[in-house]
């Protein structure tokens, strides 16, 4: 039985329908360092370019919720709140 999941399948899988806690992040807040793309453990925070500066755009089609952005972030520029259905 083979359980390991090919290269770039969840891209597939939109998982973000089932979470319960949303990130949002004060872009005010935010100084674009980039730790919270590192840190997402489903690569679904980019960096985009935005008024001179970097900042994240969360895809929230397959954001788990799991808070580790909010954690990490030095600035504690996302909040996580209950997601609203």
């Given amino acids: 039985m083979d359980i390991t999941s090919k290269a770039t399948s969840t891209l597939n899988n939109k998982t973000g329908s089932w979470r319960t806690y949303i990130p949002s992040t004060n872009m005010d807040t935010c100084i674009g360092c980039g730790t919270c793309a590192k840190v997402c453990p489903e690569s679904c925070i980019e960096m985009i370019k935005a008024k001179g500066t970097q900042k994240p755009a969360t895809d929230y089609d397959y954001c788990k919720g799991c808070g580790v952005c ?16």
Avoid at 72 to 84: L, Q, T
């Fill in 70 to 85: 909010a954690t990490e972030c030095p600035v504690k520029a996302i909040k996580m709140s209950i997601e609203k259905k």
